[in-house]
């Protein structure tokens, strides 16, 4: 069981460094493509890059039909709502990162961490003090890293941060089905779904032209085949084996691989105050996802026991 948590982290920890290196690519490709046309082409990119590893997946034999004939509904389901998911969350945070940096969408986007477990309230599950504690401190780091002056919001740091909300919803209908079905095959199908609804808003609000495509086929390669297919298949496969708050911890570092590439290639850098916003906002990422220490149980018989 320790192997397989290792195994998760180790996989994770991949696809927060690829993500990290995903901001940037972002950032150079949103220069001459549409939001929705390069969303579209990277998850059909990704959908493409999967697809023949996912048909080449072993079936159970072993299985009923009606097994089968329920495995293949929840699969789709599944997927279909990761890719919905995913489509709203990606589409909102490329918007909002041409107008802001990769360094502080990064920031800003880890802040799903400490969405998903506000959002098992709904669940009804009890949330901690603990993270509580770090809302406050995360909106604290929130007002330094993108409040300006007379209290305004940059538009593209407001829309990163409605990425991450939506994030949040991507990482808890994952949590509920990727254990009921093969992990590559939702990546899958969830690629498939994004590019499709992400090509309709194309159709709606963009005119795309082939032109635009040629100039940033780099970035949408890198982001259809590592960042879409690798990444999100190497997160789908670790948070089966990784605990919940292991998981959101160690993805939680793809803000700092984010910034450290922004800095290298892009030259970005942060103010005084922006940096101190960044620390906030990792460090109330980090604390809410402390294991809690659970007290025991009182016991009457063991206490006098232990007195005589």
Known sequence: MKDRGIKGGILLLLAALIWGAGFIAQKIGM????TFEFSACRFLISGIALLPVALLRRRDNEKTTEQKSRGRKTLMVGGVLCGICLALATNAQQTGISS????????????????????????????????????????AGFYLLSVNEGFSVNEGDALVLLSAFLFSFHIL??????PLA????????QSFTASVISAVCMLIFEKPQISELAVSWAPIVYLGVVSGGIGYTLQIIGQKYAEPASASLILSLESVFAAVFGV??????FTAKEMIGCVLVFGATVFSQLPVRKKKPFNKERERTEIV
């Open 100 to 139: 802001t940096t990769a360094g502080k969408a990064g920031f800003i986007t880890a802040l799903y961490i400490i969405f998903v477990p506000i959002l098992r309230i709904f669940n009804k599950k009890r949330v901690h003090g603990r993270v509580w504690a770090s809302v406050a401190v995360a909106v």
């Open 182 to 189: 093969d992990g590559i095959k939702i990546s899958c199908i």
């Open 173 to 178: 209908v994952i949590d509920k089905y990727s």
């Open 31 to 34: 220069i001459n493509v549409g």
């Open 264 to 269: 290298a290639f892009l030259g970005e850098g």
